[in-house]
């Protein structure tokens, strides 16, 4: 990951608002001055070696830190490892994400995670344990004073009111986190660099391998082969928990399979199970969010999102369930040249998947209605050759351009509203009014009915992915017969581009979209010619060019005729560079994202005396009844501040996910 000036201040401000200032102040310079020794760190930052040991325990215990100890010194040097540092910005998403896709007590047990940073399984049992018993005793303390019934407690004094109400419950979620990925393992390698990892791979490969060194190049590939393979085994040891479970037969539905009849007891990863058939996991095994896979999940929400917009809601809900298919053994959004070569990509689920039709018919609730969003079009009407044609490789990349591609872009209106107009340009006639109630985009929502026959509904679901995938944004693929995929690097790319187009709208306008989009499909153009492609005026030509000069989407290139030099010996050409501006818009969105926690952190300075006051016990959850008027006026008005400054910060984490991440 590459950490530039704005960045680094990013991650350290992230880190000084959750973990406080000793553990960002270390970050800051070990980001500033890379990698870095005990003493070191000491003269770099003015600190005691015990502040320092509290920092970079409090660093290690959040994954922020690799660290490498050398065998011949025994000493050990620490580096930032700025990607988690990051990624405790999208700590609201992850939490909404798992609890839409499982349920409230899953998202309380990976919010603990995500409090804790690793931890081992039996500490986290014991902190529940703690939990439980302290609110079961909170419960028949408040329940004191009731009567008592045959000699029993209250009902309120039996259950308490938490998301997880016994260990149990939480091995079972542990286990259901570790199936999905969301859940790693911490194993030795875990706080190495990958460039340690990589040089230490490669001189045991050559020490072992290739004693008289590489040569040739079926040499090098064989080296290449061999070093990747190392780094695969290296990075299938986070998912041993998940390997275990698979081979124990105990995942989620070989569980419901075995209760449905009556069996619980199978060979689990300790030999043990519990009464829902979860093994029980061991104690010691210590365990951490992986936010790659969470991740991949983020990018699903966003493409369903962005299927809906372009669509309709109907079909982006089957969109989904395409997604969620494919993506059960997709562990990240991007793939490692240094490991993902050959066939190591199968291995990790990393090379891409295909669902069949029969798979997501399965997966499809039942309640869905898919003729929901369909026109009524007459067989005659439809070309089946055309429809159903199949794509078994996928589009090359660099034979296509990064944004824009293939459309009209000299079309002033259908350019400006492509978005808005996409999947409205049904037939206005009166044979289609019935159907255009539910065309995709607009009555786009999901209709709830009665189960359809499977015939039917197989071929409205096949009506859905032919629509997804002849869309002018391809999301998915059909590769063979009844078989589906999504290629993620092309899809992507048509998000960022749509992601780029609407920043450009809202600063130059419609016009400076246009102009650049053009120069984006035609490359290079000379000034003179703009106006007439772009059928603009001269004069509003040159001025949104350098509109959008200074504010740094476009550029130009002065090509002088002869060496006089001179302006009327000159050509002009004006062009348009996607991942300079992408780049440039990364920046900037770091440093909106930092003067928003800046800003925060001025707010909360005025009102320290509230802030203060709110934090007593006998004032916190009872402020508006507690307080005076005055102070709690403050208190509001500053908390309306920081949900409008998060909510900011929330909006700048989507653009950069879409533009670097997904």
Known sequence: ?????????????????????????????????????????????????????????????????????????????????????????????????????????????????????????????????????????????????????????????????????????????????????????????????????????????????????????????????????????????????????????????????????????????????????????????????????????????????????????????????????????????????????????????????VVTTMEILDNLPTTIDPSNGLAKVARSRINKLSAEAVQPNPPDPNKIPFLGGGDDEDDDESDESDVEMNGKHESEDESDKDAKSGVNGTAGKVRFAEPARKEGRVDMLRQHLYLLAENRIPFIRQCANEQWTVDFTILVQHLREAELDAVIERTVGRQGLRLVRILRKNGKLDEKALPSISLMKKSDVQNKMLEMEIAGFVDIQEVPRDNSRTANRTIFLWYTDTDRCIHTLLNNTYKTATRCLQRLSVHRRKEKDVLLLTKRTDVKGREKDVMQKEYYDRFAKLLEVERKLLGHMMRMDEMVAVLRDY
Do not use: W
């Open 1 to 353: 990951m590459k950490v530039t000036k704005d960045l680094a201040e990013l991650c350290a401000l992230l880190i000084d608002e959750i973990y406080g200032e000793l553990p960002s102040r270390i970050f800051a310079v070990l980001l500033n001055r890379g990698r870095s020794s005990l003493g070191q760190l000491g003269q770099y930052t003015s600190m005691t070696p015990r502040q320092l040991r509290h920092g970079l325990a409090v660093l290690i215990q959040q994954n922020l830190l690799y660290y490498y100890i050398d065998n011949d010194t025994k000493t050990a040097t620490y580096e930032a490892n700025p990607e988690p540092a990051y990624n405790l910005i999208r700590t609201g998403k992850i939490l909404e994400m798992v609890e839409s896709a499982h349920g409230a007590p899953v998202k309380d047990v990976m919010q603990s995670l995500l409090l804790l940073g690793q931890t081992r399984v039996s500490d986290l049992k014991a902190a529940y344990e703690e939990k439980i018993k302290r609110s079961t005793e909170g419960a028949q303390h408040a329940n004191s004073d009731l009567d008592m019934v045959d000699g029993e407690a209250p009902p309120a004094a039996k259950k308490a009111n938490l998301p997880v109400k016994s260990a149990r419950q939480l091995n079972s979620i542990i286990c259901r986190l570790a199936e999905a990925e969301l859940v790693d393992v911490v194993h030795g390698l875990t706080f190495a660099s990958p460039e340690d990892i990589q040089k230490d791979v490669e001189e045991r490969v050559t020490r072992v391998k290739f004693p008289g060194g590489v040569k040739g190049g079926k040499g090098k590939t064989e080296f290449e082969e061999a070093v990747a393979m190392e780094l695969c085994k290296i990075r299938r040891e986070s998912k041993s928990l998940k390997r275990k479970l698979e081979e124990s037969g105990a995942t989620a539905a070989k569980r419901r399979k075995l209760l449905n009849g009556g069996v619980t007891a199978v060979n689990g990863v300790n030999g043990d199970h519990d009464a829902d058939g979860d093994p029980v996991l061991d104690p010691r095994q210590v365990i951490r969010v992986n936010y790659e896979k969470c991740l991949v999940e983020l990018r699903n929400r966003r493409l369903v999102q962005f299927a809906s917009e372009m669509i309709g809601d109907t079909s982006s809900y089957v969109y989904g369930v395409v997604l969620r298919q494919l993506t059960k053994k997709v562990s990240r959004c991007h793939t490692d040249p240094n490991m993902d070569i050959g066939d190591m990509g199968d291995e990790d689920g990393t090379r891409q998947p």
